[in-house]
């Protein structure tokens, strides 16, 4: 039985079995998470240790090295890149692609656990994999005009926890407010006639604060445990504790010496918001937790708990995600269901039968609903990626079912029945769709090889792509043919005169047929203008898009206080505040700004959230070159660096952190610093060059107090006690702590603002010692000097790194003027340069994605040799895919849209579209020749035959992709350049099949004579 009239039979089984299929996968996709980008693991760890506030160069002896020296033997670390600050350390791993970063992070930390014997006591260490689930999804400035100290409890003791509860919450983090602690503030002239220092009040705290279970009994049938405590309760129990004994035995209290008070820990960070100070509030999802969802309940939760909280204290979102996943979303959908309908037109337009065109188009919801169990299956997630991969998909999964129909409805209008005409149509045109869909799903075999961010971002793309396209077959021979015999109607022949393209196309086919040598000249013509595109269409790397938020670093000079960092970044929110489109913001300064990250005071960021699209008349990209140039004008103080928060995101998970890097290689810094000084000099001009950064800090100030070892052992005294007095004055001791029902407040011994801050009164600050009170001069002395801010090192060898931003001109371009400006740098004796950043990247995108081209033409290839009784058929087609990328090229260089992972993955995706249409025509040529058509007439009558089914099938992907390609809606961006490059490619592909393909043939057809059956 004929397989067709066996599904003509069980036609409704037929219907069932894809509609059930279809409504399983809109039911897997709901249940699906969403997000930005898909569920990937990056290659990086980071390592952050901090001890003390020793300078750079001593930090880098005491923790830097040890910790580079552990980690270089963790297997799979390709590059570890350390920048050393006062008193911390930053250690970035990155690991070769493909290895198992959980097991990675194992290795790590147990390479720093080994290493934490040679470092110093006290030191503390993070280890920590970055993930897309490292950076929050959702922040919100906590405001108020109370005590800085109560809100920052607020967010600590109330806001985190019940944020922490809600289901797929990650890390929630509470920066700013003030930390409470009891001050402990010692009089040093009176602590100085009693004889006692701060650091021995400190260890008198220590001694007596204890609380510890020191046995248990039986009494009256139950079990009692002993306690014993000297806690102290309140302030009053502190003040009342003895810290000393006078020359009559008598006690000295605490609150003879030293007023105890409730303070805050001394500020490093700085906290605001356009309601002035502020609390950030920080919150990540878990991995494979929807970013919708997640965010959906906080802000449930966030409106509940406002309403709770004390009279104008609010809580405001600044940053949500969320909006732009379900933003994303929505305009994917909405250039689905634009699509679709462009496509049902086409088909409409040209069988002139509406009709034929929803029998067509019914196999895209249909595909696109079953394409979401194989993405549940492999645990896909919806993100842009993914889902761009189903818009650009529409016109593909349409082609199958069109060239069925185009069949279907050729055969009604010779005179067959419906029936009559799906059975044969459908079983006449098996192989040529077999082959049609293998070229397309072939190109996407080599994605699996592709390494990196780019390579993990698109294989998301195309495995949406590629299970589409299989799920299009199968529904193009089963459900498009029972929709057509059921829903095309039955009409009487009609010998009518052919239509005008098909007129047109005879009129231009015949005479190349006999002139094959035009269509070698059109080819030539087609490279050389291919050619000229390629040397001036622009690169890039990851395309950007409109995030409605950005980043603004900022970076005061060396040594800049926080007070005067604080200053400064008051004159970047006021710009901010003056700019209509900025909605909101949030601002950070000072060190200790993140979890995995080494900062210093005079630094800080802000995050800035635009108003809606809809609203504001400029770009993301327009915003912040305004806010730029205004900056730079009103705030020259400050070094800025303007960034989209993604880009952000995806530069530090993948380790690129700057558009342009220039990394200088050398042993000695102030022989680097000299270069980065003359390489500045020479790429300081080079036009789109912003936000330059000439990896030098400067030294910061210091004050060093050199003990004078004999002095100090005069007096019974070591450097190590002189430095622990210093250290007891002036930062403080940690001595003991006041429980309070739900948390411990800590005690901390100080001296008192006015001396510890002044630098005039630190050399007379009292030493007691055995015999009595000296001053601090009297053993060292204070020197002022000066020491490197910021120490850098990669692949354990020192190095400076110069960095630059882009603005109105590509990264190839300004990469390679900059190379060309560099050259000739003359450089000492094993010093080196290289350039890095999103450039290597590009780069190394570039040549993979090439690599990954050339595997598909190899694939492609065989299948071509499996269709074609002929080779010379199969290298006839393969010969239009080089001619189809220059269509790509040259519509990339008219729209000015750069080459760069997203349009090169549209090449990619070229070289098995376009061998679509050369199969559907040889495949009618070779069946011509079996009817014993001449050559040259088989050619023009396949030509003639497949004119339209071609022009179908181009036209409606054409109009699939023309959603993506205007770039309509939040997160096109990211597909355009694909959709521009497939659009141009397919453009100059149809005419290269029609035209310029049978004059391969031509050339080529000795052998092909008529074989009549």
Request: with cysteine; glycine share 8%.
């Amino acid at each position: 039985m004929n397989p067709f009239d066996w599904m003509l039979r069980h036609g409704a089984l037929i219907w069932f079995a894809a509609l059930a299929l279809a409504f399983g996968g809109a039911l897997v996709a709901r249940s699906l998470p969403s997000g930005i980008y898909p569920e990937v693991e990056f290659p990086r760890i980071v390592v952050v240790a901090r001890s003390g506030d020793a300078p750079p160069d001593v930090t880098q002896i005491a923790l830097t090295r040890p910790l580079e020296n552990a980690l270089a033997t963790v297997m799979g670390v390709e590059r570890i890149r350390s920048k050393t600050i006062r008193g911390a350390t930053e250690l970035s791993l990155l690991f070769a692609p493909g290895t198992d970063m959980w097991r990675a992070l194992q290795l790590s930390q147990s390479a720093v656990a080994e290493a934490r014997s040679g470092l110093p006591a006290g030191a503390e260490l993070t280890v920590e994999r970055l993930s897309t689930t490292s950076f929050p999804i959702l922040t919100f400035n906590l405001t108020g005009n109370i005590d800085p100290r109560r809100l920052h409890e607020i967010g600590e003791f109330v806001l985190k926890p019940a944020f922490s509860r809600v289901r797929g919450v990650g890390r929630v983090d509470v920066l700013g407010g003030d930390v409470r602690e009891v001050e402990v503030i010692v009089d040093p002239e009176k602590a100085a006639a009693q004889r006692v220092s701060p650091s021995q009040i400190a260890d008198k705290l220590r001694s007596q604060t204890v609380l510890q279970a020191v046995g248990r009994l039986e009494e009256s049938h139950s079990l009692v445990t002993v306690m014993a405590s000297g806690e102290p309760r309140d302030l009053a129990d502190l003040r009342s504790m003895p810290v000393s004994v006078g020359p009559n035995g008598s006690p000295i209290l605490l609150g003879a010496v030293a007023e105890v008070v409730e303070g805050a820990q001394d500020r490093m960070l700085r906290v605001s918001g356009p309601g002035g100070e502020t609390v950030l509030i920080s919150i990540a999802r878990l991995p494979g937790a929807s970013t919708p969802e997640v965010v959906r309940a906080v802000r449930e939760v966030a409106s509940a708990l406002g309403r709770t909280l004390s009279a104008g204290v609010r809580l405001t979102p600044v940053y949500d995600q969320a909006e732009l996943v379900d933003e994303s979303i929505a305009s994917v959908r909405d250039a689905i269901l634009v699509g679709i309908a462009l496509c049902v037109l086409v088909i409409a337009f040209f069988l002139r039968d509406l009709r034929a065109g929803l029998a067509a188009s019914i196999a895209v919801p249909v595909t696109l609903g079953i394409t979401f169990l194989p993405l549940g299956l492999l645990g896909q997630s919806l993100n842009m990626m993914s889902l761009g991969g189903l818009a650009v998909a529409i016109g593909l999964v349409i082609d199958d079912a069109i060239v069925v129909v185009e069949a279907i409805g050729r055969r009604v209008e010779e005179g067959m029945s419906p029936s009559e005409a799906a059975s044969r149509g459908t079983r006449e045109l098996m192989a040529a769709l077999l082959g049609t869909t293998a070229t397309t799903v072939v190109v996407f075999v080599p994605m699996a090889w592709l390494e990196g961010v780019v390579g993990r971002f698109f294989s998301a793309l195309s495995v949406t792509l590629a299970g589409s396209v299989v799920v299009s077959l199968a529904i193009a021979v089963t459900l498009v043919p029972l929709a057509a015999a059921s829903w095309i109607r039955a009409r009487p022949r009609v010998d009518s005169a052919p239509s005008l393209y098909v007129a047109l196309y005879e009129r231009l086919a015949s005479p190349l047929m006999r002139h094959p040598w035009i269509g070698l000249s059109i080819a030539g013509a087609l490279v050389a203008v291919g050619a000229q595109s390629a040397n001036h269409v622009p690169s890039g790397f990851l395309p950007t898009m409109d995030e409605g938020s950005f980043v603004v670093d900022y970076f005061l000079p060396a040594g800049t206080s926080l007070t005067d960092t604080d200053a400064v970044a008051r004159k970047l929110e006021a710009v901010l505040s003056a700019t209509p489109e900025v909605g909101t913001y949030s601002r950070r300064t000072g060190a200790e700004l993140g979890p995995a990250t080494a900062t210093q005071v005079n630094r800080g960021d802000i995050m800035v959230r635009l108003k809606p699209s809809g609203i504001r008349k400029k770009s993301a990209d327009d915003v912040i070159a305004q806010v730029r140039a205004k900056v730079g004008k009103d705030v020259p103080e400050a070094r800025t660096e303007f960034i989209q928060v993604l880009q952000d995101v995806l530069n530090d998970l993948s380790g690129m952190p700057r558009p342009l890097e220039i990394k200088l290689f050398g042993d000695n810094y102030p022989t680097l610093q000299a270069k980065a000084g003359e390489v500045l000099e020479r790429i300081k001009d080079v036009r789109g060059l912003v936000d330059i950064y000439p990896g030098i800090e400067g030294l910061a100030p210091e004050l060093k107090f050199r003990v004078e070892a004999a002095a100090a052992a005069r007096l019974g005294k070591s450097a190590t006690d002189v430095a622990s007095e210093l250290d007891a004055a002036l930062r403080g001791v940690e001595a003991s702590e006041i429980r309070r029902p739900d948390r411990p407040i800590g005690v901390r011994v100080r001296y008192p603002d006015a001396l510890r801050f002044d630098i005039r009164k630190l050399a007379g600050l009292p030493l007691v010692t055995g015999s009595g009170v000296v001053r601090m001069s009297a053993v060292a002395a204070p020197i002022a000097s000066g020491s490197e801010t910021v120490l850098v090192r990669e692949s354990l060898r020192p190095i400076v790194i110069l960095t630059a931003d882009l603005e109105g001109r590509d990264l190839g371009s300004v990469a390679g003027e900059v190379r060309r400006k560099l050259a000739g740098l003359p450089l000492p004796e094993g010093y080196t340069l290289e350039l890095g950043g999103q450039y290597e990247g590009q780069q190394k995108t570039q040549r993979d994605l090439l690599a990954v081209m050339g595997f598909g033409l190899i694939s492609v290839l065989i299948v071509l040799l499996v269709q074609f009784s002929r080779a010379r058929l199969a290298f006839a087609v393969l010969a239009s895919v080089p001619l189809s990328v220059v269509g790509a090229l040259a519509t990339l260089w008219a729209t000015a849209i750069p080459l760069n992972a997203s349009s090169l993955m549209g090449c990619v995706l070229l070289v098995g579209l376009v061998v679509k249409n050369g199969i559907l025509l040889l495949q009618e040529y070779e069946e011509l020749l079996e009817q014993g058509v001449a050559s040259n007439d088989a050619l023009v009558m396949a030509g003639r035959i497949r004119l339209r089914p071609i022009l179908m099938t181009t036209l409606a992907t054409i109009a699939g992709l023309a959603p993506l390609a205007l770039g309509l809606g939040s997160g096109a961006e990211i597909q355009r350049p694909l959709a521009v490059a497939v659009i141009g490619g397919l453009l100059v592909s149809t005419v290269v099949s029609l035209l310029v393909l049978p004059c391969f043939v031509r050339l080529t057809a000795g052998s092909d004579r008529a074989r009549p059956s």
